[in-house]
């Protein structure tokens, strides 16, 4: 008997050291899935908007689309995805924000949409500054007006771009505390923490963030557990307002392009 279970102990051992080793190798495979497209043109999805690229800086040309303001100092809001999909997704997102009065930038990430290269934290980083870069020096969006939207993951990409370049305004929707903390929700027996390349440590950078920040989230996310985004709207700095939507879990509507969502960023452009 003894030396049946010591066989097992193997066995389950060998087993386990084979999935961390699929989890260190394939990881960024979990954590983003792109959609490849085909990705339509801008104004076949969205009245008056137009295809436009950004340029990192480390060389590569993204695809976006940009939905122009009702004026020229208009403010504008940029969104960033969550780990999923491409911009065509969020199209109805940008419709609403729109018809609100607002110039809007959808764009993909690296990877994303048919474009080239491969997600990863730091490259989502440049990514999301070409985006900005886009909108001050080629939009002609006044930087005072800016306005920054992160959706998931996208909550931490907006976070981290905010502590260096800050927003007039910050909506993250549904945002996780970090990374590892939202996987080890989603696989409890593995080391997590001790696996993950990618860290994206939103509660502790949103800390530093200082512009007023709204966080929007779900009571049923089966995705981001609520309590972690309570968490990133008590680690804020200047808190705005914590938004509740009683019953909604991660990609329903109502957090995608819903009332609430648009309101919480419509209220954040500052007036002059």
Do not use: K
């Not at 295809?51 to 504008?76: I, M, N, Q, R, Y």
């Not at 370049?165 to 996780?176: C, E, I, Q, T, Y």
């Not at 804020?236 to 939507?245: F, G, K, P």
């Not at 990609?251 to 500052?270: F, K, R």
């Amino acid at each position: 008997m003894l030396r049946t279970a010591l066989r097992t102990a193997v066995v389950l051992a060998v087993l386990f050291a084979v999935l961390v080793g699929l989890l260190w190798t394939l990881q960024r495979r979990l954590v983003y899935l792109p959609s490849a497209g085909p990705v339509p043109a801008a104004a076949e999805v969205i009245r008056g908007a137009r295809d436009v690229e950004l340029h990192t800086a480390d060389g590569l040309v993204l695809s976006g689309w940009f939905v122009p303001g009702p004026a020229p100092d208009a403010p504008a809001v940029l969104v960033a995805s969550g780990n999923a999909g491409h911009r065509g997704m969020r199209a109805p997102l940008a419709s609403a924000l729109s018809a609100a009065g607002l110039a809007v930038l959808l764009f993909d990430y690296r990877g994303y949409g048919g474009n080239p290269g491969s997600p990863t934290e730091s490259g989502l980083a440049l990514d999301v500054r070409a985006a900005r870069s886009y909108l001050l020096e080629e939009a002609g969006v006044p930087e005072d007006r800016l306005l920054y939207l992160g959706e998931s993951l996208g909550c931490a990409v907006v976070t981290e771009l905010a502590v260096e370049h800050p927003p007039a305004g910050l909506v993250l929707r549904s945002p996780f505390v970090d990374l590892a903390a939202v996987g080890s929700e989603h696989y409890p027996f593995l080391p997590v923490r001790a696996l993950l390349r990618d860290r994206y440590p939103v509660a502790d950078l949103i800390a530093a963030v200082r512009a007023p920040t709204t966080v929007v989230y779900g009571t049923a996310d089966t995705i981001v557990p609520p309590e972690q985004s309570r968490r990133v709207a008590d680690a804020a700095a200047q808190l705005h307002r914590l938004v509740e939507v009683p019953g909604a879990d991660h990609n329903d509507a109502v957090l995608l392009d819903g009332e609430a969502l648009v309101q919480a960023v419509v209220e954040l452009v500052p007036r002059h």
